[in-house]
């Protein structure tokens, strides 16, 4: 497996415009994490899926940021409108199956910066 | 609510030396365990967990961890560090789900 996929890689944007970032998990796994890194704040996690649905967006900044899993194999984090405190390394992980807790790959990341 | 703790934000070591990185944590039972390590750029790669029984537990790279319920501390160690492992390196317990909850970091340098 080519492990969990993130795009893109880098991404600088103006403030105000929309951005989205993608994940692809690895195939088989069931649950999926957003988290944020920053020098400030460290590793946030901001919304975890279970088999698609999500289960607690609480880590979620404000109402601009969105995720959605359409199905098992891809999910996205929207970020409308952004503003430069959003600058920030956004890394997508995946684990499972099974009800015991199993690690969590993590994708490259993504290094977003707003101006 | 749940909590970890990594007390070091930064340590430097010599190559060759033995190195232990603390980490304590706040839960409702023993969580699962986690350490994670962070090359500059990279995203995170598994170091070892600790899930029941031995509570040393052996990882990749040489790195062991110690699970100590009394304490509650999962302190990561290595007997001799090479100048490979400097990077950054997060406890993390795990909740409901698999979710983990990571803690601030511990950044390694090592001198040659």
């Known amino acids: 497996d080519a492990g969990v996929i993130q795009s893109p890689r880098h991404e600088v944007t103006e403030m105000g415009q929309e951005v989205t970032l993608r994940c692809k998990p690895i195939?088989?796994?069931?649950?999926l994490f957003w988290y944020r890194q920053t020098m400030m704040r460290g590793l946030e996690l901001l919304i975890y899926?279970?088999?698609?649905?999500?289960?607690?967006d609480s880590g979620m900044p404000e109402d601009r940021f969105s995720a959605k899993m359409p199905n098992a194999s891809f999910s996205t984090l929207k970020i409308q409108p952004s503003e430069p405190r959003d600058s920030a390394v956004y890394f997508c992980?995946?684990?499972?199956?099974?009800?015991?807790?199993?690690?969590?790959?993590f994708g490259q990341g993504t290094r977003l910066t707003v101006v | 609510a749940q909590s970890v703790t990594q007390p070091d934000i930064h340590i430097t070591v010599s190559e060759g030396a033995s190195l232990e990185l603390r980490c304590n944590y706040s839960y409702g039972a023993t969580p699962y365990l986690f350490w994670y390590v962070q090359s500059p750029g990279q995203g995170l790669q598994l170091l070892l967990k600790?899930?029941?029984?031995?509570?040393l537990v052996q990882g990749i790279k040489g790195f062991e961890a110690e699970f100590k319920r009394s304490q509650s501390s999962f302190n990561l160690r290595k007997p001799s560090v090479h100048w490979s492992d400097a990077a950054e390196y997060f406890c993390?317990?795990?909740?409901?789900?698999?979710?983990?909850?990571f803690g601030a970091g511990t950044r390694l340098a090592v001198h040659p």
């Open positions: 992980a995946s684990s499972g199956p099974g009800h015991l807790n199993t690690e969590a790959f």
């Open positions: 993390a317990p795990s909740g409901g789900y698999n979710k983990l909850i």
């Open positions: 600790y899930f029941s029984g031995d509570t």
């Open positions: 899926f279970n088999n698609n649905v999500p289960i607690d």
């Open positions: 195939s088989g796994h069931n649950s």
